[in-house]
């Protein structure tokens, strides 16, 4: 483990969101299709593009892919000559890859600090209150990751998570700092970089609310920092108030050090193509229950109500749209993926129109607890100890060897619902016949 400079002592007298504080934004860049050169050094200084669900649009892109002006969110088929012509190579999205690749991430930052926030997949704000020397750790944590994950990130550390993100931004566009940057403590030093950066920069800042900043006067960051609190509070409401005070190194955010309560977990996908026979959407159902079931399982939670979905293209203008839900409330809390199954299609039947060519179905599981806490019913109609043993077994089984090694016989065989994913490269790390083989 490298060199990492020890804390003066925790700030017990805030933390972050205690007047000397010090947050750090730790950013993967481009983080799908860095994750694809991971496993394909072939393609380090190559432009890379992945796409969407079902190969539909560009989602994300290398650096050279930027600088190529290949734009986000573009549909593949509008610039598939172009990405050929320029060399691109393109790559399906790979959602079991990047979620393992990003938990491994996590998993190297804690070795750094246990006050941590995973704020997405790719970025994660990290408490650095104490620390004498927080470029230097900035440059540890950076060299960390890299070394045991492949990945490259960017580091930025400053009096508040707004100015974190603000010296993230800064150091991934300069190449001159090594992709680590930290915010002058004293506020006034700020004023210059503050004084470049458009309003719409800023995290918390879309395009809509700059524009209404814009009418009050507020074109850039600095702008926004010298605007008085309680004026922009009266026009723009109490968060854009926060984002002023961030702005000025007071902190109003918390780390959230612990995950939030789910409200919910959701699966939904579009078909690789439209679909009208109702036993393939109810196989597609069961796959998306299978997965929803198995996110709630590996947080140790149980689900009160399942809600499917299931609509047409709202964009086929030769078609009927058509769109639907119907959810289904159990007597208690479950996890087992069979009786979810048997309530999902219960659901489907009720919202299914024959005829109609479906585009997409989802399922949602709400009213999530604790396993440990759950309330059971009086006349409980499931073997709860029976049903946790078999589905953990399950579990088991598709993480040692991958995914689907066991899965239900509703979720069918032939599945000609499956999104399209022609380009999509092998699951390397979380399946055993995917790994990467070296020498002969």
Same mark, same amino acid.
């Given at each position: ?11 017990? %007298? ?6 000397? %504080? ?21 393609? &380090? ?27 986000? %969110? &573009? ?10 012509? &320029? ?140 605007? &008085?609190?309680k004026f922009i509070r009266s026009r723009l409401g109490v968060v854009v108030e926060r984002t002023v005070l961030e702005l000025r190194g007071i902190p109003c955010l918390d780390l959230e050090l612990t995950q939030p309560d789910h409200k919910g977990i959701m699966v ?96 949602f599981l709400d009213g999530l607890e604790k396993v440990g806490a759950m309330q059971l019913g009086l006349f409980a109609s499931i073997d709860q100890n029976r049903a946790d043993a078999l589905m953990r077994a399950v579990d088991r089984l598709n993480r040692d060897w ?39």
């Amino acid at each position: 483990m490298p060199s990492i400079p020890s804390p003066r002592g925790r700030n017990t %007298g805030g933390g972050p969101g205690g007047p000397s %504080g010090l947050v750090c934004l730790v950013d993967v860049n481009n983080f799908y299709a860095s994750c694809e050169r991971v496993f394909d050094p072939g393609l &380090e200084g190559r432009p890379v593009v992945v796409l969407s669900n079902n190969d539909g649009c560009i989602i994300a892109r290398s650096q050279e892919a930027k600088d190529l002006g290949i734009p986000m %969110g &573009e549909p593949v088929h509008k610039v598939k000559d172009f990405l050929r012509r &320029e060399r691109v190579h393109v790559y399906s999205s790979n959602y079991a890859l990047y979620g393992d690749m990003s938990a491994r991430v996590v998993a190297v930052l804690k070795r750094f600090t246990p006050y941590l926030e995973v704020y997405s997949i790719d970025e994660s704000f990290l408490d650095l209150t104490g620390f004498a020397d927080p470029a230097a750790h900035g440059r540890a944590v950076k060299d960390a990751v890299h070394r045991w994950t492949g990945l490259p990130v960017s580091v930025g550390t400053g009096a508040t998570k707004t100015l974190a993100k603000i010296a993230n931004r800064t150091a991934k566009k300069d190449p001159g700092l090594g992709g680590v940057f930290v915010m002058p403590p004293d506020p006034g030093d700020n004023d210059a970089l503050l004084a470049a950066l458009p309003a719409d920069a800023v995290w918390g800042i879309g395009r809509r609310l700059a524009q209404r900043l814009g009418k009050l006067g507020v074109i850039t960051a600095l702008d926004l920092k010298r605007a &008085e609190p309680k004026f922009i509070r009266s026009r723009l409401g109490v968060v854009v108030e926060r984002t002023v005070l961030e702005l000025r190194g007071i902190p109003c955010l918390d780390l959230e050090l612990t995950q939030p309560d789910h409200k919910g977990i959701m699966v939904a996908r579009g078909f690789g193509r439209r679909i009208t026979e109702y036993r393939h959407i109810a196989e597609a159902v069961a796959t998306y229950v299978s997965r929803a079931a198995e996110k709630l399982r590996r947080q140790d939670l149980a689900a009160n109500t399942l809600t499917v979905s299931l609509r047409t293209s709202p964009f086929d203008t030769h078609r009927q749209r058509y769109a639907n839900a119907a959810s289904l409330t159990f007597p208690e809390a479950i996890f087992d993926t069979p009786a979810m199954i048997a309530a999902a299609g219960q659901c489907l039947k009720r919202i299914y129109r024959p005829g109609l060519a479906y585009q997409k179905a989802g399922v949602f599981l709400d009213g999530l607890e604790k396993v440990g806490a759950m309330q059971l019913g009086l006349f409980a109609s499931i073997d709860q100890n029976r049903a946790d043993a078999l589905m953990r077994a399950v579990d088991r089984l598709n993480r040692d060897w991958g995914r689907d090694t066991v899965r239900f016989a509703a979720a069918g065989t032939r599945r000609p619902w499956m999104m399209k994913q022609k380009m999509r490269s092998p699951c390397y790390t979380t399946r055993w016949q995917d790994l990467k083989r070296v020498g002969n």
